[in-house]
């Protein structure tokens, strides 16, 4: 489990120059442990510093137990990974008030992808819940699609992974 110092996140964002834009991802895996199924949901803020000079990641995780029954199509566990996206983005909005900020998501919309079945839902959530127009899915989705998968990846548990 990944804890984010929120103080260390604020004191960055308050150095940032008005260009920097900010990025919100959210990734989940699947794993089972002990006969049960469980995700890790990992979340990360990227700050593109000036828009142009590199970036820095924030990230946290943690595990929660995983009731989705259709592997094929995970609706339940993917709505909880945007919903913790909501989550964090509310947990931060003070701090990114009046800051370009875009919320992604690791979702396709591509129908052979088990991801597809919630992407208008997942998305609508967002832009309604977060107030938020900026709101990507893959393949327009890099904080979530490879900086909170990458994380997901480096902090998964030592188990089978599905």
């Not at 604020?10 to 794993?31: H, I």
């Not at 890790?40 to 029954?69: A, I, P, W």
């Not at 107030?131 to 699609?145: E, G």
Request: aromatic content about 10%.
């Amino acid at each position: 489990m990944l804890h984010m110092d929120m103080q260390e996140v604020e004191d960055f964002v308050k150095t940032q120059g008005p260009d920097t834009k900010y990025y919100l991802g959210s990734d989940s895996c699947r794993f089972r442990k002990g006969g049960l199924w469980y995700a890790e949901y990992t979340l990360c803020l990227v700050v593109h510093m000036n828009g142009r000079n590199g970036c820095r990641v924030f990230g946290k995780s943690f595990v929660e137990r995983d009731y989705d029954q259709k592997k094929n199509r995970p609706a339940m566990r993917l709505m909880n990974e945007v919903t913790k996206l909501a989550e964090f983005f509310h947990s931060l909005e003070d701090l990114l008030k009046d800051k370009y900020v875009e919320l992604h998501i690791d979702i396709n919309k591509k129908k052979e992808h088990g991801s597809s079945c919630i992407v208008e839902e997942a998305m609508g959530f967002l832009r309604g819940s977060c107030n938020v127009d900026l709101v990507a899915c893959k393949p327009y989705s890099p904080a979530a699609s490879f900086c909170a998968d990458r994380l997901t990846e480096i902090l998964a548990p030592q188990t089978v992974s599905v």
